[in-house]
């Protein structure tokens, strides 16, 4: 698949908001997703990818979700690349790394997850799931059950594995509390 220039500036919009915290962390990779995107939407370089995915990025989204659920720590950070960085739907106040999530994560009970679409935009070594989602479990604050939609960014090791190296989640508004 290619980059058009509308994904292009999906992506910047999703993920805009991450060059204002002053993390390094968060910046560096704020910033390479910056420069692949606007060089992908150019069509320069290697970035633009129209080749076979090698990977099933809908099973490796599971394989996030099912770690979290089986509290299989160790799996979850097998997943995750080392200067991972999230954006959490909001029980996080800030985007943290991999460390702090990990940590923060373990105080969560999730019992149910559906997977109801991927869309995933390969570029080769970098690619980018848009993924729906919804789970139900326990948090500090008590049981919740909720849709998500997360904009994810997957990069080939090298070794070879694919690695979740972003993720910007957003909680999905039920029905009910929607504006008209």
Known sequence: MLLRIGDARLINS?????????SPRVIHAYLSIRVFVAKAALGEGPLVYDGPMDVDL????????????DRDWDALRDLLSEDFVITTAGWLSEPVGKDTWLDATQGHLLNSFDIASVDVRDFGDVAVA??????????????????????????????GSWLLTVRHATLIPSAGTQDS
């Open 14 to 22: 999703v993920l805009s908001h991450g060059g204002r915290h002053t």
């Open 130 to 159: 848009l993924v729906l989602s919804s789970q139900s479990g326990t948090w500090a604050r008590g049981p919740f059950a909720a849709d998500f939609r997360y904009t994810d960014v997957w990069r080939r090791s090298k070794d």
């Open 58 to 69: 809908t099973a490796l989204e599971g394989s996030v979700l099912q770690s979290i659920a």
